[in-house]
């Protein structure tokens, strides 16, 4: 039997130019009595808002069970571009930089044993958002997120890609 247990909490607020959001996640999967997902997050997040762009610094801290880590915590900033900004959509990228802090623990996998580590990395990112009103009531809202380790860009990369789709449906009872 599999049990599964999510939870996702945003709360923001815009005063002016001046937007502020902080966000709690939690996601946990049980199969058959046996924990085989667990994550939490926490974010802070500031936007400063010049036009169509803004300006962002973020905080964040969280764990992640399935990728054995004990703590992400992550601190950076950058600017977030509009690209195309229509009555149906819009196409933004942003770039910016981040600092990463994670630790590991020592842990035993198919018969070998794996030390407990850290690591401390600057990132450079490069992040594209879109939203598309595919109809009426109907949006689709996708976010490519991309992490270069600024020593080693080639070899230390990550790529994490994000789609949602909002179907908005009127009279539900």
């Given at each position: 039997m599999c049990i599964r247990d999510r939870s996702s909490l945003t709360l923001g607020s815009r005063f002016g130019?001046?937007?502020?959001r902080l966000t709690?996640?939690?996601?946990?999967?049980?199969l058959d009595g046996r924990r085989v997902l667990k994550t939490n997050t926490f974010q802070f997040r500031y936007n400063k808002i010049i036009k169509n762009n803004s300006i962002f610094l973020f905080y964040q801290k969280g764990s992640d069970f399935r990728s054995f880590m004990d703590k992400r915590e992550l601190v950076g900033g950058g600017y977030r571009m509009n690209i195309v900004k229509k009555k149906k959509?819009?196409?933004?990228?942003?770039?910016?930089?981040?600092?990463?802090?994670e630790k590991y623990p020592a842990y035993k996998f198919s018969g070998?044993?794996?030390?407990?580590?850290?690591?401390?990395?600057?990132?450079?990112?490069?992040?594209?958002?879109?939203?598309?009103?595919?109809?009426?009531?109907?949006?689709?809202?996708?976010?490519?997120?991309?992490?270069?380790?600024?020593?080693?860009?080639?070899?230390d990369h990550r790529l994490f890609l994000n789609q949602n789709l909002l179907?908005?449906?009127?009279?539900?009872y």
């Open positions: 130019n001046n937007l502020f709690g996640r939690y996601n946990s999967n049980d959509g819009y196409f933004d990228l942003a770039l910016g930089a981040m600092h990463e802090s070998e044993q794996y030390e407990a580590r850290s690591a401390n990395r600057v990132r450079f990112t490069a992040n594209i958002f879109s939203k598309i009103d595919l109809a009426k009531n109907i949006k689709s809202f996708t976010t490519i997120y991309s992490q270069w380790e600024l020593k080693n860009p080639l070899e179907i908005k449906k009127k009279n539900i």
